[in-house]
């Protein structure tokens, strides 16, 4: 059957008839299309659409597509030339046609023989249709390339491959004693087609493939011409001895490529040893593949032809074996000379491409696993251009993917492909252009959704749709109306978009590398000059001063003891369990001018700041995200949905939450775990007078200075920033800044012992200070390991492991003594700090006013509006704290009316003792030892039992707020 019949058979044969004659129910959609139950899928809903007037099929369920001949050699199960005689049945008697021989064309009339040109390239043609209807009609032939795996139904007729047969050409030629006879021998003779030694046809038993200069070659002169036939053996023949070569060209000159159209449509080509290789990968989807005479048969007209049309990759699958990678490195040679990148494809050893598709058992999937596996081959002389590897022969060979069949996917090589300015990804196969967008966003790593688009630059034609990449059904979905819209085949555009996905996997993990490497550029950030200040401030022995110091010279007035404190927790996130801060005061205070001091301070890589937090957020954070960090939350308002999950945090070290979710493979439900590591230093602020007793009791509470002395240091710092000597401070508290962040970079999470730690009492009147014993040992760590760099790093090792650690010394006890005692006894009273003060100043009034007034005073009574005028405090902030002194009985309530009326009833002695923490003094001159002792023999609870001032207590105490008391009693008197 010529190709002209074939073509004539797939218009005229109905496919509608066809299908409704084997039973198929055809429903009509549209104007042009029917649909039908998918025949080669099993379904319930039609989705297979036939197309009349171009007498194609396509079912967007499966992928199936094709014409009449496709549609009845799949149903009818049939080999492709009973599909043949099939379609000839189906089209009736008149398309029987029995095409002219050659032996007729020869025969016949004279002229055939006297237009030949000089060349003899009409006599070639002649061969090569010879050839070609001689493999169309011989079972034997087809049933060869078969058992190769070259059973495409246009592979014979696109190639026009042939078959010589037992006697060739030879066999059919006149009688060599007529003239036509012995002029036809002469000429074949002359071509090489015909012996001169026997007369018999040169390629007889072999499988012809004609090399055809291709129209659009660099060659204009080679256009149509048949430049060289490749004959390979496939019948067995007595005459023919066993030492006889399998593979057959014309003596001519090895010129022309084979399949010279693939290179004008890609910029990446494989290059194949031989033409079955090469027909290997066509018939497998790989269209872009040329193939060279044997593995020394790279010839110049392949450098010309690949030169010419611009190739710029070309993959070499020559066979896997010693010849094979010689042959390959020496193409690889003169490619490299031409500019052009060589990549080898490796095999198994001493298998080729065409037995490595046949032993996979899916030539699509392990031709395609070999291609991505491909390795760059490097110049002889030199590296490639962003390549360190050696060249192919310099190196050991690499191990290649076995099978499919028994491997898991191997690593990508790298996919070609680019970034636009506008971002979006771009990778060019062919005429076609795809196009992702939105792929950055993706960042988790089992979700891919993604815009995609691909365009045929040659025809316009294109596809858009957003979808997931990781979900099989959206993807072949796509890809079945892609192939559609485009009119290409299937298994193409499946390969692209599994490029694609490659590409966009690579663009994740060029990302994530990218994100590791910031973060560990940012977590090294300490060097030279930088490094020497910061050891020179660590190593400071008024380290405490210095830090109170260099925060009063960034502009933050007063709350010396808060601001050291929030340091010292801030550092104790190195430990294993942090402390954690909650600043408590009413609006516009200065509360989170508190906290963004001391935040300012620490590295940014090492803390995580947010306005609020929903109930469920802390479980879904990166495993070790927030390990050994600050978590700074602006208002503990915005954290109420999460305290239970802050709580558990800080008290755990660690969240562990089970979440159930959908397989994206099976649909089904699954449960998943979400882990969240600590430790995590806490650090918040708050307005509101009733926090959460559970969060409260686990937190240092720092408390603002809302003095009006305070408010006016506040405004002259304010109106000194905005002069010359405020400009320059300014840029002296960048300095500052940095120095404090690189001397936090350079604390070690070392271990801390306290050799002194069973000599330390604590108040135990109530359960709570379970926890506020904690804290205090805890902060005494906190400024030991602050002062680490002070310290002599000792070492020990338990069960083979070494740990290091640091060992406090008594002058830390001493400043934890010195800042406990304002932070753990507001902790440990009964009311909040701004009610103790309150009933602080209404005690002083009420004693003055009485005198004024020779009353008693609990016999006086007051109003809110004679607070308000003798104190200056807002009515709100009077009606909160007033009804907490009214319920705490404190103070008493009278209505008269609509007048509230109070008297106080606290005497302003006993009702203080709670709000100071009952800590031990330490006693240098007593062999180191604490001075200690029953509780009910030691000294009344009071500021000067909080212990021995430190040498650091005046300069301390020289940046405390204005218009704060120092309580004479705070300091101890030495013996």
Same mark, same amino acid.
């Given at each position: 059957?010529?190709?002209?019949?074939?073509?004539?058979?797939?218009?005229?044969?109905?496919?509608?008839?066809?299908?409704?004659?084997?039973?198929?129910?055809?429903?009509?959609?549209?104007?042009?299309?029917?649909?039908?139950?998918?025949?080669?899928?099993?379904?319930?809903?039609?989705?297979?659409?036939?197309?009349?007037?171009?007498?194609?099929?396509?079912?967007?369920?499966?992928?199936?597509?094709?014409?009449?001949?496709?549609?009845?050699?799949?149903?009818?199960?049939?080999?492709?030339?009973?599909?043949?005689?099939?379609?000839?049945?189906?089209?009736?008697?008149?398309?029987?046609?029995?095409?002219?021989?050659?032996?007729?064309?020869?025969?016949?009339?004279?002229?055939?023989?006297?237009?030949?040109?000089?060349?003899?390239?009409?006599?070639?043609?002649?061969?090569?249709?010879?050839?070609?209807?001689?493999?169309?009609?011989?079972?034997?032939?087809?049933?060869?390339?078969?058992?190769?795996?070259?059973?495409?139904?246009?592979?014979? &007729?696109?190639?026009? !491959?042939?078959?010589?047969?037992? *006697? =060739? $050409?030879?066999? +059919? /030629?006149?009688?060599?004693?007529?003239? #036509?006879?012995?002029?036809?021998?002469?000429?074949?003779?002359?071509?090489?087609?015909?012996?001169?030694?026997?007369?018999?046809?040169?390629?007889?038993?072999?499988?012809?493939?004609?090399?055809?200069?291709?129209?659009?070659?660099?060659?204009?002169?080679?256009?149509?011409?048949?430049?060289?036939?490749?004959?390979?053996?496939?019948?067995?023949?007595?005459?023919?001895?066993?030492?006889?070569?399998?593979?057959?060209?014309?003596?001519?000159?090895?010129?022309?490529?084979?399949?010279?159209?693939?290179?004008?449509?890609?910029?990446?080509?494989?290059?194949?040893?031989?033409?079955?290789?090469?027909?290997?990968?066509?018939?497998?989807?790989?269209?872009?593949?040329?193939?060279?005479?044997?593995?020394?048969?790279? &010839?110049?007209?392949? !450098?010309?032809?690949?030169?010419? *049309? =611009? $190739?710029?990759? +070309? /993959?070499?699958?020559?066979?896997?074996? #010693?010849?094979?990678?010689?042959?390959?490195?020496?193409?690889?040679?003169?490619?490299?000379?031409?500019?052009?990148?060589?990549?080898?494809?490796?095999?198994?050893?001493?298998?080729?491409?065409?037995?490595?598709?046949?032993?996979?058992?899916?030539?699509?999937?392990?031709?395609?696993?070999?291609?991505?596996?491909?390795?760059?081959?490097?110049?002889?002389?030199?590296?490639?251009?962003?390549?360190?590897?050696?060249?192919?022969?310099?190196?050991?060979?690499?191990?290649?993917?076995?099978?499919?069949?028994?491997?898991?996917?191997?690593?990508?090589?790298?996919?070609?492909?680019?970034?636009?300015?506008?971002?979006?990804?771009?990778?060019?196969?062919?005429?076609?252009?795809?196009?992702?967008?939105?792929?950055?966003?993706?960042?988790?790593?089992?979700?891919?959704?993604?815009?995609?688009?691909?365009?045929?630059?040659?025809?316009?034609?294109?596809?858009?749709?957003?979808?997931?990449?990781?979900?099989?059904?959206?993807?072949?979905?796509?890809?079945?109306?892609?192939?559609?819209?485009?009119?290409?085949?299937?298994?193409?555009?499946?390969?692209?978009?599994?490029?694609?996905?490659?590409?966009?996997?690579?663009?994740?993990?060029?990302?994530?590398?990218?994100?590791?490497?910031?973060?560990?550029?940012?977590?090294?950030?300490?060097?030279?000059?930088?490094?020497?200040?910061?050891?020179?401030?660590?190593?400071?022995?008024?380290?405490?001063?210095?830090?109170?110091?260099?925060?009063?010279?960034?502009?933050?007035?007063?709350?010396?003891?808060?601001?050291?404190?929030?340091?010292?927790?801030?550092?104790?996130?190195?430990?294993?369990?942090?402390?954690?801060?909650?600043?408590?005061?009413?609006?516009?205070?200065?509360?989170?001018?508190?906290?963004?001091?001391?935040?300012?301070?620490?590295?940014?890589?090492?803390?995580?700041?947010?306005?609020?937090?929903?109930?469920?957020?802390?479980?879904?954070?990166?495993?070790?995200?927030?390990?050994?960090?600050?978590?700074?939350?602006?208002?503990?308002?915005?954290?109420?949905?999460?305290?239970?999950?802050?709580?558990?945090?800080?008290?755990?070290?660690?969240?562990?939450?089970?979440?159930?979710?959908?397989?994206?493979?099976?649909?089904?439900?699954?449960?998943?775990?979400?882990?969240?590591?600590?430790?995590?230093?806490?650090?918040?602020?708050?307005?509101?007078?009733?926090?959460?007793?559970?969060?409260?009791?686990?937190?240092?509470?720092?408390?603002?200075?809302?003095?009006?002395?305070?408010?006016?240091?506040?405004?002259?710092?304010?109106?000194?920033?905005?002069?010359?000597?405020?400009?320059?401070?300014?840029?002296?508290?960048?300095?500052?800044?940095?120095?404090?962040?690189?001397?936090?970079?350079?604390?070690?999470?070392?271990?801390?012992?306290?050799?002194?730690?069973?000599?330390?009492?604590?108040?135990?009147?109530?359960?709570?200070?379970?926890?506020?014993?904690?804290?205090?040992?805890?902060?005494?760590?906190?400024?030991?390991?602050?002062?680490?760099?002070?310290?002599?790093?000792?070492?020990?090792?338990?069960?083979?492991?070494?740990?290091?650690?640091?060992?406090?010394?008594?002058?830390?006890?001493?400043?934890?003594?010195?800042?406990?005692?304002?932070?753990?006894?507001?902790?440990?009273?009964?009311?909040?700090?701004?009610?103790?003060?309150?009933?602080?100043?209404?005690?002083?009034?009420?004693?003055?006013?009485?005198?004024?007034?020779?009353?008693?005073?609990?016999?006086?009574?007051?109003?809110?509006?004679?607070?308000?005028?003798?104190?200056?405090?807002?009515?709100?902030?009077?009606?909160?704290?007033?009804?907490?002194?009214?319920?705490?009985?404190?103070?008493?309530?009278?209505?008269?009316?609509?007048?509230?009326?109070?008297?106080?009833?606290?005497?302003?002695?006993?009702?203080?003792?709670?709000?100071?923490?009952?800590?031990?003094?330490?006693?240098?001159?007593?062999?180191?030892?604490?001075?200690?002792?029953?509780?009910?023999?030691?000294?009344?609870?009071?500021?000067?039992?909080?212990?021995?001032?430190?040498?650091?207590?005046?300069?301390?105490?020289?940046?405390?707020?204005?218009?704060?008391?120092?309580?004479?009693?705070?300091?101890?008197?030495?013996?």
């Amino acid at each position: 059957m010529t190709p002209e019949e074939l073509e004539r058979l797939k218009r005229e044969v109905s496919l509608v008839t066809v299908a409704e004659s084997q039973g198929h129910k055809l429903k009509r959609q549209g104007k042009d299309s029917y649909v039908c139950l998918c025949p080669f899928h099993q379904e319930k809903t039609p989705s297979c659409v036939i197309t009349p007037s171009k007498n194609l099929y396509h079912c967007f369920g499966c992928g199936a597509a094709g014409s009449v001949l496709d549609w009845v050699q799949k149903t009818e199960r049939l080999t492709y030339p009973q599909t043949l005689i099939r379609l000839r049945e189906l089209a009736g008697p008149a398309a029987v046609a029995q095409p002219p021989s050659l032996a007729a064309a020869v025969e016949s009339p004279r002229q055939n023989l006297t237009d030949l040109d000089d060349d003899g390239q009409a006599l070639l043609h002649q061969v090569v249709d010879f050839y070609h209807q001689n493999l169309l009609e011989s079972m034997e032939g087809q049933e060869w390339l078969a058992l190769r795996g070259l059973h495409h139904p246009e592979l014979i &007729t696109h190639f026009r !491959l042939g078959l010589a047969g037992t *006697h =060739g $050409v030879a066999g +059919v /030629l006149p009688s060599p004693h007529s003239n #036509a006879g012995k002029a036809l021998r002469s000429r074949l003779t002359a071509l090489g087609v015909v012996r001169e030694s026997n007369r018999q046809d040169h390629f007889r038993g072999c499988l012809v493939v004609p090399v055809v200069g291709w129209s659009e070659s660099h060659d204009v002169a080679a256009r149509g011409r048949v430049l060289q036939l490749y004959g390979r053996r496939t019948m067995a023949d007595h005459k023919i001895k066993l030492t006889s070569p399998k593979h057959l060209y014309l003596p001519s000159p090895l010129v022309g490529v084979w399949n010279e159209q693939a290179l004008a449509t890609s910029g990446e080509v494989i290059l194949c040893e031989a033409l079955i290789d090469a027909m290997t990968f066509w018939c497998a989807g790989y269209r872009n593949v040329i193939a060279a005479y044997g593995v020394n048969g790279f &010839t110049a007209s392949h !450098l010309a032809a690949l030169t010419y *049309h =611009g $190739v710029k990759r +070309v /993959l070499v699958a020559f066979d896997r074996d #010693a010849a094979g990678d010689s042959g390959a490195e020496l193409v690889a040679q003169a490619l490299h000379g031409a500019g052009i990148e060589a990549w080898r494809v490796r095999f198994p050893q001493a298998l080729d491409a065409n037995s490595y598709a046949l032993k996979s058992g899916n030539a699509e999937k392990a031709l395609g696993l070999a291609l991505e596996q491909a390795v760059r081959m490097a110049p002889a002389t030199q590296p490639a251009p962003g390549e360190n590897a050696p060249s192919l022969a310099a190196r050991p060979a690499p191990q290649p993917a076995p099978l499919p069949a028994a491997v898991a996917p191997a690593a990508a090589t790298p996919v070609a492909c680019e970034v636009t300015p506008a971002g979006e990804l771009l990778l060019r196969s062919g005429p076609r252009v795809w196009r992702v967008r939105g792929w950055q966003k993706n960042t988790l790593a089992e979700v891919m959704k993604v815009n995609v688009q691909v365009l045929d630059e040659s025809t316009g034609a294109f596809h858009v749709d957003s979808f997931d990449m990781y979900h099989a059904k959206q993807r072949q979905a796509y890809v079945s109306t892609a192939a559609s819209e485009l009119a290409c085949e299937v298994t193409v555009i499946k390969r692209e978009c599994g490029r694609v996905l490659l590409a966009l996997e690579q663009k994740q993990d060029e990302q994530r590398q990218a994100a590791d490497t910031a973060q560990e550029s940012v977590a090294v950030t300490v060097s030279g000059d930088d490094e020497q200040a910061a050891l020179e401030l660590l190593k400071s022995p008024d380290l405490a001063e210095r830090i109170v110091a260099d925060l009063a010279a960034c502009g933050v007035v007063g709350e010396s003891s808060n601001l050291l404190t929030g340091y010292l927790a801030a550092t104790s996130r190195k430990l294993d369990r942090p402390l954690a801060v909650l600043i408590q005061s009413s609006s516009a205070a200065g509360k989170s001018s508190l906290m963004d001091a001391v935040l300012g301070l620490i590295p940014e890589e090492e803390r995580v700041r947010y306005s609020a937090m929903t109930g469920q957020s802390l479980y879904y954070l990166g495993e070790t995200s927030l390990q050994h960090k600050i978590l700074a939350i602006a208002e503990e308002e915005g954290v109420r949905q999460a305290a239970y999950a802050l709580k558990l945090l800080q008290s755990d070290g660690e969240l562990k939450i089970a979440s159930t979710g959908k397989d994206e493979q099976s649909g089904e439900l699954v449960t998943r775990e979400y882990n969240v590591q600590g430790p995590v230093m806490l650090m918040l602020t708050t307005t509101a007078s009733d926090v959460d007793e559970e969060l409260l009791n686990r937190c240092l509470v720092l408390t603002v200075n809302e003095s009006r002395e305070q408010t006016q240091a506040i405004h002259a710092q304010q109106r000194r920033a905005q002069t010359l000597e405020g400009l320059l401070a300014s840029s002296e508290k960048q300095y500052l800044t940095t120095l404090h962040q690189n001397a936090q970079r350079l604390l070690r999470p070392l271990k801390v012992v306290n050799p002194f730690a069973e000599q330390l009492t604590f108040l135990s009147d109530k359960t709570r200070t379970r926890r506020d014993h904690m804290k205090y040992l805890t902060l005494i760590q906190a400024v030991a390991l602050l002062h680490q760099y002070q310290r002599e790093v000792k070492k020990t090792t338990h069960r083979g492991q070494t740990i290091e650690y640091i060992e406090v010394r008594k002058s830390d006890i001493r400043l934890a003594n010195q800042l406990a005692h304002e932070v753990l006894g507001r902790t440990l009273d009964e009311m909040p700090p701004q009610s103790r003060k309150l009933l602080i100043l209404l005690y002083g009034w009420v004693q003055d006013t009485a005198r004024q007034q020779a009353v008693k005073p609990d016999e006086l009574h007051f109003t809110r509006r004679n607070v308000r005028r003798a104190l200056g405090w807002g009515d709100t902030q009077l009606k909160i704290h007033l009804g907490r002194l009214v319920e705490l009985e404190y103070l008493l309530l009278h209505r008269r009316g609509l007048t509230h009326e109070y008297q106080l009833l606290w005497d302003g002695g006993s009702g203080e003792e709670s709000h100071l923490c009952g800590l031990l003094n330490v006693d240098d001159n007593e062999g180191g030892a604490f001075r200690s002792g029953p509780e009910d023999k030691r000294a009344g609870i009071s500021r000067g039992m909080v212990g021995s001032q430190s040498d650091s207590h005046n300069t301390l105490s020289a940046h405390v707020a204005q218009g704060q008391e120092e309580n004479p009693a705070g300091k101890t008197k030495t013996q």
